[in-house]
């Protein structure tokens, strides 16, 4: 039996396998786009890849914001983002549906496509990093080159050039985010990056060699997974709140055994490798 979030989170794992393509955690946690826009927007009808910050600091936590972002706040309902980007550089697939990022802007033209004015939400994925208070925050732990390549990964799953990536002042003068950031700037980075971290050439030996415990944890897990028939479904993030997805109370149990039985395969892989 199918879940109405079914086609949804089968495009969100494209970006989360995508992240980890240039070596980026990411975990997905759905709910409904805003204005009933449902659980997902053709990743066919994206025309572009927008970035924003939230005007947050280091001092303020790991995730602040993303609760806001998520759920939105008085007058603005959520989601406030498609993805989310924490101090904890995790990056967080919130909603494949439209999202209240872009407001008031354009038209423009990205990459040949034309976003009409006043109406990105279906063209734009929009993702909020933390930061924008202060350049210094951004400076630290490669902070940069890690919003580079949340945005390639991106680009890449949708299909899109580095000149479909623009930022949210590129779309409204009423904005002035990513701090420091232009247009060409943002796509500057991007290019340095893309592709960078892929690596299609590895052998299965130094695959094994190379994996950290939360590769092979994953690898297992699908094996099981794919063993098990894909009875369960299985979600990167504990059930939700505000309108998102939740596993099935009956399910928990068996998630449990199979976290257990990975947790052995893991073990018996590292000992195997060394």
């Known amino acids: 039996m199918s879940n109405p979030w079914d086609p949804a989170l089968r495009e969100a794992r494209k970006i989360q396998t995508a992240m ?13 786009g805003a204005s009933s826009s449902g659980w ?9 890849v927008m970035s924003h910050h939230i005007v947050s600091a280091r001092t303020h936590g790991t995730t602040p914001f993303y609760n806001l972002v998520r759920n939105g706040r008085p007058g ?5 983002a498609n993805g989310y980007g924490g101090w ?22 990205l990459a040949g496509r034309r976003i009409p004015r006043d109406n990105g939400r279906p ?18 732990d490669d902070y940069h080159d890690w919003m580079a390549r949340c945005n390639a990964a991106l680009l890449d799953v949708f299909n899109l050039p580095t000149s479909a990536h623009l930022e949210h002042s590129t779309w409204t003068t009423r904005k002035v985010d990513r701090l420091g950031y232009t247009t060409a700037t943002g796509r500057t980075r991007i290019a340095a990056v893309l592709g960078r971290t892929k690596n299609t050439t590895t052998s299965q030996k130094d695959w094994f060699t190379m994996a950290t415990e939360a590769d092979l944890r994953r690898v297992v897990g699908e094996a099981l997974d794919a063993r098990a ?10 059930p939700t ?13 068996a998630r449990q055994n199979r976290g257990a039985e990975r947790a052995r395969h893991v073990q018996r892989t590292h000992r195997a490798a060394r």
């Open 40 to 48: 997902l927007t053709p990743m066919s009808t994206r025309a572009g």
């Open 76 to 80: 603005i309902p959520g989601p406030l």
């Open 241 to 253: 709140t505000g309108g998102g997805v939740t596993l099935p109370a009956e399910n928990h149990a």
């Open 20 to 32: 980890a393509d240039y070596g980026v955690n990411c975990v997905i946690q759905l709910r409904q």
């Open 88 to 109: 904890d550089k995790v990056y967080r697939v919130i909603t494949m549906g439209w999202a209240n990022h872009p407001g008031a802007g354009g038209p423009i033209t």
């Open 229 to 238: 028939g894909a009875a369960v479904h299985r979600f990167d993030l504990a």
């Open 123 to 140: 063209y734009f994925w929009g993702t909020e990093y933390e930061g924008g208070l202060r350049a210094s925050d951004w400076a630290q």
